[in-house]
């Protein structure tokens, strides 16, 4: 019993030990992650590289990026469309009717999903130029590194320029978070960052190949971003830094230096022409229906750049087609249809009057009633979209950048440069209505010589090429127009419901004949410019037209919260505002 | 002090093998009661012959010749010495005080008696639980233990219980308390255990009694112990009950006529919905039909079922001197209420003692639980439209002729289909969203006990836990979750996880208990001092497959997953899948002191290495101490005997820690979760940053003071435990908000501190005892007071429940000096009346009046008579909910409790349990969505017919103030709201959730031994019970014992689409063969 219970003993005091000797080793609490990956794993190959700066990619889409709330809430009311209708809800329709406060829960989300877009390219900015392959990989690493490290460069200057155009001075960081001493950052001048980002964007130009040479870096003539794009968001940008904006002081100012900016802008565009790397797609309608809501990539490159949406999730898809569209939310001013010359076809591509029905033919509708029409559901292909789908999500990618906008920014800079426009400004404004007037060029006209004449004629043609495509709000207030064209736009919908001129020989009711091909237009019977026949046409149905209350329903409520050098920009969101004590609230919010 | 010395002596040489015998004598044990007592430890003085009574309180032992003396102990009854003389059948009857004093606790590895403890400690036999036959054992707790507060989810049979012991200190992170089986610690063990095989459950409060399990103990440890088996003769137990369970409560809805009122009511002011109500109802003069149509109450039809449910448990228990076994199978079948779901678990645990050699023992458990839960539920953890219960209330109220109750409607499907809200036939909506839930248990543990020397002994105890589960589930074509994301194809979701944790712990200890020697007499030690090693291995994937042809049936689809095709340019999504484990390594001493069983002390220290912190970070260190000091004992009290027996004064300290976050939250760390980017169409996989990391990550802790005074009155008849303590965590670990423009909303950080200060008492009496009539009572309450003390840099933050979407305001907030769980929204100030406007006759138009608050920026709605009014708290004559939302609620209760009382009379036994809490707030979000107007054609909470009403008796709209006026003179609700901020949190939603609830009545009878011993039956008895009988509130929803937004701990006390209660009225036998 006594050498039993000796080596019993011997046994436990062996397994206390090995059980301490486990547990105190150093290495049993030292865990390795197994379903995260740190930086060194991440920025370890260039295929990892690539992951992680698709994942900076991935902050401009969904619903609180480009896929709804940045490219359909916020760029409205403006003088062509209007966000959804009715009055305040304290939620999407206050931005449009401009009666924003901090709380409105539209605002939250994008706000800080935009500054996770700027925390992703910043860890790309800092580890991508460390890596190993970036000095000492293969020349075909090395360049696809740079390519890397230039769209994770480009991308953070999109984050910065979409904060800064809608919220104006801003918190801004160029290090990853968890480097940044303090994350209680307060506002940064706008200047300040928009100086920063031409200053990268510059770096990246020198970065990233051009358009046709992606395919030698063995990449896919995909989405990503090209030196066309970084181009033509560096002179996008620097129009803004030259342009116009609300300030502290609550007053719309800008910069003396403005003309600096314009040189770069006109600059980076010219080198982009020069380039010959994108061109116009020859038929505006092509572009839009067989192109953008066919999901291809368009072969002329005149999507310079966009934001690829997929999946079907409201974090990586796009409610285009969905929320916008006949059927959808957003609502075209009928001033705006007045705009386009009877024969530019832009408008039937812009202005889509009809409701699709469920069996997949179009209803027409009255001029209060119609819809924009570039990411429309019934062109929708590959695949077809059915009208009684409930779904949401089409995957259809968001266009930030045409080059139709590059050669109207050259035309611009241009004519503010040289007081007045230059040949070359002239021929590619023109270049950008012949294909709009496509059969019809004999009636575009010819531009005018002065430099506000040749202005004005730029505000317009912006008007009309770029409907629906989020633009517009954003051009008025950096040439300080908004509160002028709102106000304009408000007495053009009086003047149109009184039928006063130019809208006094307008039809009451349109005659078209129903059952017309479901992917196309309407077949109307009867002139949209001269006042309705008194016979029906043989066959035809009639729509409601033009009637004294284009100005109700709806348009009542058209901007009606604004107010000049408050409602340019955002109130900083209340949650933002209640985890940083440094952040302040300006602008009369 | 005597009964210790027998309890060692028994200890000592109960197991050594016994000397000559030359008789047997028999005889039966029972309580003055008259109830046989099983498990009675029958000895012979002066020998180490020792017998246990079986169920029917015989034994049988061999007794040498001469003046034998035989002693009777058993727990709660003082020892009682027999001397046989010449009788071969000794038959004894022993007093059992209610006391308890003599029932052993168990502590973190070791027990003590109760009458010795120092720390916290509140306790359940397995006497309290038999006579609740549910099948959940956290539900048997409710009520049963001070401090231990015990709220189910809702009413379906799978709902989640939540058990908080002295409130909670963590603000974001999990405040579930430790669980520790049989000495191995098991995650949610009283989910996965079967109430029949509990033996005891040990909640352990304060620090100074947790602080040994350092590690996690800050939230309490609850300490299981399961049946062990017994010496002597085996028995064959079974325990079975059958019966059924229905809804006792409905919410009441409009009928129809009032329902198409309201539809014609609200379709007024707009062409194209009075368009839409003319071709859906008809005309005013058409309404008054529908005062015919019957109603069809849809929740009857979803909830109405009387469900089946039954329990049979047997088990097997029995063994010899040296090996003791009890293996138990339990069967649990549950129909539950609502249509389509059921519940059904299998469950076996086996257990085994053995002695090796005297100083030798180990033993081995196993236990296997399997679960198969059929039913999608009503709550989901999504906003609205992804919740059921909605379509049980909101579903028009009728049928049109010729429709079957199962009806589909695709076009109010399409009417309302906004924001994905629609409103589909419940009936067709319970088939089309098929769910099954697999859970699969193995709980492996052993342990082996050797005492080496008389002072030191060394026990090692190793657990598997292996926990697998699965969810199945098939989202049909009108599913929301088809509509908007599958195209209207059903989506088929395979979810699985699995979870293994080991734990082993290697203890020595030493006692100077087995000495003599006047110091040895007067002072006694116990000292631990061990080591404990735990891991945890978590491993989870989920696939979803959408777009499944039409028609393919639930299982079809989740048995062949590749019949999903999905549209040309359209993938599906990807599977993903998770693993991570953590680690904590341990070193641990307490010394038990106690001089001349008067003053006793305790002192313990553990030190706690986890994984999840960063290395140079990981080590906590949780020291605790407490005293006691037993003033009975002292010469000055014996005087007041009977009439105080026992009185002890305990006082604690100890820290306790916590370490709930996710793994290498220290480490900047990237992950392909839900990234991904869309390059042509494709997702293609992306690399996101996982989260902020916070190198300085380190343990919470919470230290705890606690100040306790046991009594025992009248001769043990009253005993009294009164405790007071103030619990404070600091270093929480917290998540908490960082400003956003860091590109991350939260980062998990050690910041800020809570305090939960607190009022116990628990009181057990044997009220009457005499031979044919007893009848004792327990009761408990619990007072405690939860206060965030500060937040680090912020103040407060506020959070989302999230039920009515993203939109929508938060509804609770983190506020330093509020309690965790204040609800915070608008204050309603009932509608505008005509009065508060000048009225235009020419126009028909309603202008406030001067000095009349204006809520526009909140409803969206120019003011006007009967729309909603919310309070304007800074006075700046506009309601903006920036700025006069408030805290408008507390889900903590002041106080909640129980009261349990048996009876017996002869052969009957009678127990009535209520149990009650008072003075929480629920967050009624029914009631907000089931009254509001926001999606049309959907019916309302009957309360909306004293709404504001705006059509008179001829269907016209009343616009003059006196007809207005004279029209709603007995209004007491607004109209309902029909726009965006209809869900806004406000007062209104909020309610007093106190309540008395009569949780279980219980009549039994027990069939004379004389009678059901000729059937070989020694005990048998039959019952009936009845569960949730009544409840005393005045809470209007369902059952205030409600909490369905849990995904955060943030938000307690949500009433959203919960599961309705249901009454079970059961019928039940005990036999021991």
């Known amino acids: 019993m006594k050498i039993k219970s000796f080596s019993y003993s011997l046994i436990a005091i062996t397994v206390l030990i090995t059980g301490m000797q486990l547990s105190s080793c150093k290495k049993y609490l030292d865990l390795n992650p197994i379903s995260s990956f740190g930086p060194e794993t991440v920025f370890g190959t260039v295929e990892n590289a690539q992951k992680a700066v698709l994942g900076a990619y991935q902050e401009m889409t969904g619903d609180q990026g480009y896929g709804i709330r940045i490219s359909m809430y916020f760029p409205y009311d403006n003088d062509v469309m209007m966000g959804a209708g009715g009055h305040g809800d304290n939620d999407r329709r206050d931005i449009g009717r401009y009666n924003l406060t901090a709380g409105n829960a539209q605002l939250y989300r994008p706000f800080n999903q935009l500054y996770e877009g700027v925390e992703r390219s910043n860890q790309c900015i800092k580890y991508i130029p460390k890596m190993d392959l970036y000095n000492n990989g293969t020349p075909s690493q090395k360049a696809e590194l740079r390519r890397l490290y230039g769209e994770a460069l480009t991308l953070r200057a999109q984050y910065y320029f979409e904060l800064v155009r809608n919220w104006g001075d801003v918190p801004a960081q160029w290090e990853p978070s968890a480097d940044q001493p303090d994350l209680f950052l307060k506002k940064t001048d706008r200047d300040t960052i928009y100086d920063h980002i031409l200053n990268d964007l510059k770096t990246a130009e020198d970065l990233v190949p051009w358009r046709s040479g992606v395919a030698a870096l063995g990449d896919a003539q995909d989405e990503r971003i090209t030196k066309g794009a970084v181009k033509g968001v560096r002179a996008k940008i620097a129009l803004f830094r030259g342009g116009y904006s609300l300030r502290k002081d609550n007053k719309m100012e800008r910069g003396s230096n403005y003309l600096d900016y314009y040189n770069i802008a006109d600059q980076e565009c010219k080198d982009i022409i020069e380039s010959g790397e994108h061109a116009l797609d020859p038929s505006f309608r092509d572009l839009w229906q067989n192109q953008v809501d066919a999901h291809q990539i368009d072969p002329y490159g005149e999507i310079i750049f966009q934001v690829a949406m997929a999946g079907a999730t409201s974090a990586t898809d796009s409610k285009l087609g969905k929320f916008d569209g006949p059927n ?12 386009f010359d009877s024969v530019d076809t832009r408008r039937q591509v812009t202005i889509a009057p009809f409701k699709i029905n469920k069996d997949n033919t179009l209803t027409p509708q009255p001029i209060s009633g119609l819809y924009d029409g ?36 050259y035309a611009e800079a241009e004519n503010e440069i040289n007081n007045g426009p230059t040949a070359s400004a002239v021929d590619a404004f023109q270049k950008v209505r012949a294909r709009a007037f496509a059969g019809h060029t004999n009636q575009m006209g010819t531009p005018p010589t002065d430099k506000a004449g040749f202005f004005d004629a730029i505000v317009r043609e912006r008007a009309l090429e770029f409907g629906g495509e989020g633009i517009r709000k954003y051009d008025l207030i950096r040439w300080n127009l908004l509160a002028t064209k709102l106000a304009e736009t408000k007495q053009n919908l009086d003047k149109m419901a009184n039928m006063e001129a130019p809208y006094d020989t307008l039809p009451a009711k349109m005659y078209y004949y129903p059952n017309t091909d479901a992917k196309g237009y309407i077949d109307w019977a009867s002139s949209f410019y001269h006042p309705a026949p008194a016979f029906t046409p043989p066959g035809a149905e009639s729509v409601t037209w033009i009637s004294s209350n284009v100005n109700q329903g709806n348009f009542a409520y058209y901007a009606e919260g604004f107010k000049e050098n408050h409602s340019e920009l955002f109130p900083i969101p209340q949650q933002s505002i209640d985890a940083n004590p440094n952040l302040t609230q300006d602008y009369g919010y | 002090m005597k009964s210790k010395f027998y309890f060692f002596l028994m200890l000592l040489f109960s197991f050594s093998t016994a000397i000559s015998q030359n008789r047997t004598v028999t005889g039966t044990v029972k309580s003055a009661a008259g109830e046989a007592l099983l498990g009675v430890t029958v000895s012979v003085k002066g020998t180490e012959t020792v017998a246990v009574t079986d169920a029917a309180g015989n034994y049988s032992i061999k007794v040498p010749s001469g003046n034998s003396v035989l002693q009777f102990s058993y727990i709660g009854s003082k020892t009682k010495s027999v001397p046989v003389e010449n009788r071969t059948e000794v038959n004894v009857t022993l007093t059992i005080a209610a006391s308890t004093l003599n029932d052993v606790v168990v502590v973190g590895y070791g027990t003590v008696k109760r009458k010795d403890l120092t720390g916290s400690v509140s306790s359940i ?29 809702e009413g379906s049979p799978d709902a989640e219980v939540q058990i908080r012991v002295r409130g909670g200190g963590s603000i974001t992170q999990d405040n579930s308390p430790l669980y520790v089986v049989d000495g191995i610690i098991v995650d949610n063990a009283l989910s996965t255990l079967s109430p029949q095989d509990i033996e005891s459950i040990d909640v352990l409060k304060d620090a100074s009694a947790t602080a040994i399990y ?176 909605r379509q049980a209330v909101r579903y028009i109220p009728y049928l049109s002729p010729g429709q079957q109750v199962a009806n589909y409607d695709p076009e109010l499907v399409d009417e309302t289909i906004g924001n994905g809200l629609y409103i589909v036939n419940p009936l067709v909506l319970i088939n089309n969203e098929y769910k099954r839930q697999y859970q699969t248990l193995a709980g492996l543990s052993g342990y082996a006990d050797y005492t080496i020397t008389r002072f030191l002994s060394f026990k090692t105890t190793v657990g598997f836990d292996y926990h697998d589960y699965r969810t199945d589930s098939y989202d049909d074509s009108l599913s929301s979750n088809s509509i908007s994301n599958g195209q209207g194809m059903p989506i088929a979701t395979l979810e699985q996880a699995n979870r293994q944790s080991f734990d082993n712990s290697n203890v020595f200890t030493l006692t100077n208990r087995r000495f003599n020697g006047d110091f040895n007499a007067n002072n006694t030690f116990d000292l631990i001092l061990g080591q404990e090693t735990y891991e945890v291995k978590k491993k989870s994937s989920t696939i979803i497959q959408r777009f499944f042809p039409n028609g393919t049936t639930a299982e079809k689809a989740l048995g062949n997953l590749n019949l999903a095709s999905p549209p040309t340019g359209i993938s599906e999504p990807s599977p993903t899948s998770e693993e991570d484990v953590q680690r904590i390594s341990s070193f641990f001493g307490r010394l038990n002191y106690a001089y001349k069983d008067k003053y006793l002390a305790s002192l313990s220290m553990r030190a706690d290495g986890s994984s999840v912190f960063a290395p140079g970070l990981q080590w906590g260190y949780f020291p605790a101490a407490s005293l006691a000091w037993k003033m009975s004992e002292e010469n000055f009290m014996h005087n007041l005997e009977p009439f105080i027996s026992n009185v002890k004064l ?9 370490n709930r976050i996710n793994s290498f939250l220290y480490l900047t760390q990237f992950n392909t979760d839900k990234n991904y980017y869309g390059l042509q169409n494709q997702l293609v996989t992306a690399f996101g940053s996982a989260g902020l990391a916070n190198a300085l990550l380190t343990w919470e802790s919470n230290v705890s003071r606690n100040v306790g005074l046991d009594f025992s009155l009248f ?33 998990i950080q050690n910041v800020g501190s809570t305090s939960n200060n607190g009022f116990e008492a628990q009181l057990g009496s044997t009220l009457i005892e005499t031979k044919n009539f007893s009848w004792t009572a327990n009761f408990n309450i619990s007072f405690n007071k939860n206060k965030v003390l500060s937040l680090g840099k912020q103040t407060s933050f506020i959070v989302s429940s999230g039920w009515a979407g993203s939109a929508n305001p938060a509804d609770y907030i983190i506020k330093v000096g509020a309690p965790v769980g204040s609800m915070y929204g608008l204050v309603n100030d009932g509608f505008y009346t005509v009065d508060d406007f000048n009225y235009d006759a020419s126009t028909q138009t309603y202008t406030l009046k001067d000095k009349v608050v204006n809520d526009k920026s909140v409803t969206g709605l120019d003011p006007q008579p009967g729309i909603i009014k919310y309070k304007d708290l800074n006075g700046d004559g506009i309601v903006d909910y920036n700025t006069d939302a408030t805290i408008i609620g507390n889900a903590n209760p002041d106080f909640f409790g129980g009261l349990n009382q048996q009876f017996t009379y002869k052969n009957f036994d009678l127990s009535v349990f209520v149990n009650f809490q008072y003075g929480n707030d629920i967050y009624d979000a029914n009631k907000i969505e089931f009254g509001s107007g926001y999606t049309p054609n959907a019916n309302l909470l009957a309360i909306e017919n004293n709404r504001w009403k705006t059509i008179d008796a001829n269907g016209n709209v009343v616009t003059d103030p006196t007809q207005l006026t004279a029209l709603n003179k007995n209004a007491t609700l607004w109209r309902p709201l029909t726009t965006g901020s209809s869900w806004y949190p406000q007062s209104y939603g909020v309610e007093d959730g106190s309540f008395l609830r009569l949780n279980n009545i219980t009549f039994g009878y027990t069939l004379p031994n004389q009678l059901t011993k000729k059937a070989g039956v020694q005990r048998f008895r039959a019952y009936v019970t009845l569960n949730n009988l009544a409840v005393l509130t005045n809470y209007s929803g369902y059952d205030p014992e409600v909490n369905t937004r849990r995904s955060t701990p943030m938000t307690p006390g949500v009433d959203f689409s919960a599961y309705p209660r249901s009454t079970s009225y059961i019928f039940g036998v005990n036999v021991t063969f």
């Open chain 1, 328 to 339: 959808g939310s957003l609502i075209i001013l009928p001033t705006y249809f007045y705009e």
């Open chain 1, 374 to 409: 570039k990411f429309r559901r019934n062109w929708i292909s590959n695949p077809d979209v059915d009208i009684s789908n409930q779904a949401q999500n089409f995957s259809l990618n968001w266009p930030i950048l045409r080059y139709s906008d590059v050669l109207l920014m």
């Open chain 2, 125 to 153: 036999s397995s006497k309290d639980l038999k006579d609740i036959p549910i099948n959940s054992a956290e539900e048997a707790l409710a009520g049963k233990l001070a401090g231990v507060q015990v709220t189910g989810s």
């Open chain 2, 214 to 389: 350092g590690a996690r103990g800050a939230n309490g440890v609850v300490i299981i112990t399961t049946k062990g088996g017994h010496r002597g003769k085996s028995t064959i137990t079974y325990n079975g009950h059958i019966g059924f369970q229905k809804v006792n409560r409905y919410l009441d809805v409009m009928n129809p006529y009032d329902f198409v009122l309201y539809q014609y009511e609200r379709s007024r002011g707009s062409s194209q919905n009075e368009d839409n109500f003319l071709s859906t109802y008809g005309t005013w003069n058409d309404l008054s039909l529908y005062k015919q149509a019957p109603f069809v109450d849809w929740q009857n039809q979803v909830f109405g079922r009387s469900a089946m449910i039954q329990t049979h448990n047997v088990s097997i228990s029995g063994g010899g001197q040296k090996t003791q076994f009890n293996l138990s199978l339990t069967y649990n079948n549950n129909d539950a209420v609502m249509l389509n779901s059921d519940y059904n678990r299998k469950l076996i645990n086996f257990r085994l003692n053995h002695e090796v050699s005297k100083n030798f023992k180990v033993g081995f458990n196993v236990r296997f639980d399997n679960q198969i839960i059929n039913g999608s539920g009503t709550s989901n953890p999504g906003s609205s439209g992804l919740n059921f219960l």
């Open chain 2, 650 to 658: 305990r006082l604690n300290y100890g820290e306790a820690g916590n």
């Open chain 2, 715 to 747: 001769n043990n008849h009253l005993q009294l435990s009164l405790d007071y303590y103030r619990n404070k965590t600091r270093n929480l670990l917290v998540n908490n908000p960082v400003p956003t423009t860091s590109g991350y909303t939260s980062q």
